[in-house]
């Protein structure tokens, strides 16, 4: 089946612009995480979404970022107002309710801020 | 907070070799889990073995097996056979058992495997 997609796979915004970073989880998954990868570091946990329950944003770095996922399906991470800082990728995950071992993880948002 | 340390940023082997990629972590919970990922240039991130801390048993996947020391809260990579195609970042990775599901990561070793 599909695995998880998540676009545009590369994105180029000047600074001070707003971007919207999708994702696609695997069909039935209900849970769906977003991590950042900056340039020679490992993943860092931004959000985690698990059904109907409130999300846990104990990661997002700052107010300029958001997510949300409608439907429980598909999510959009926002980042306002973008500085160079944010330039990384951006990854998306996602799993099985009863499966949470396995993190099925998406190619990456490659975004560069110039 | 758990921190995860991989204090090897880059690592080379022969092929057919046998190549020991290190991670030890940090924390004060006594149930949790432990991933290693790897991360070819497509960026896809591909889960390669698991391991949950209440097995005294070393998972192994194939060519690939783990040296599990809870004492020392190391968690060894041991990749045999070593083929071209596992050329690749790794990444050690720490979830907590129960709460919040979020992976905890290092900062990945860059395997080389030479002709």
């Known amino acids: 089946g599909a695995g998880v997609s998540q676009s545009p796979s590369n994105k180029v915004t000047e600074k001070g612009k707003d971007v919207e970073l999708r994702c696609d989880p695997i069909?039935?998954?209900?849970?769906l995480y977003w991590y950042r990868q900056s340039l020679g570091q490992g993943l860092e946990f931004l959000i985690y979404?698990?059904?109907?329950?409130?999300?846990?944003k104990s990661g997002l770095p700052s107010d300029r970022f958001s997510a949300e996922r409608t439907g429980g399906s598909v999510s959009t991470l926002t980042i306002q107002r973008t500085q160079q800082e944010d330039s990384a990728v951006y990854l998306c995950?996602?799993?099985?309710?009863?499966?949470?071992?396995?993190?099925?993880f998406g190619p990456g948002t490659r975004l560069t801020v110039t | 907070a758990q921190t995860v340390t991989q204090s090897q940023p880059e690592m080379s082997v022969q092929e057919a070799e046998t190549v020991t990629l290190s991670c030890t972590y940090d924390t004060s919970e006594s149930d949790y889990y432990l991933f290693w990922y790897k991360q070819p240039p497509s960026r896809q991130m591909i889960l390669v073995i698991r391991q949950e801390a209440y097995k005294q048993q070393n998972a192994t996947e194939n060519r690939f097996s783990v040296n599990f020391q809870k004492a020392a809260k190391s968690f060894s990579l041991k990749i045999s056979d070593s083929q071209l195609g596992d050329a690749a970042m790794y990444f050690c990775?720490?979830?907590?058992?129960?709460?919040?599901?979020?992976?905890?990561f290092g900062k990945g070793t860059k395997l080389t495997v030479n002709p």
């Open positions: 069909s039935g998954h209900t849970a």
């Open positions: 995950a996602s799993s099985l309710d009863w499966a949470p071992l396995e993190q099925y």
């Open positions: 979404f698990q059904g109907n329950s409130a999300p846990d």
């Open positions: 990775a720490y979830r907590t058992q129960g709460g919040s599901e979020k992976l905890v």
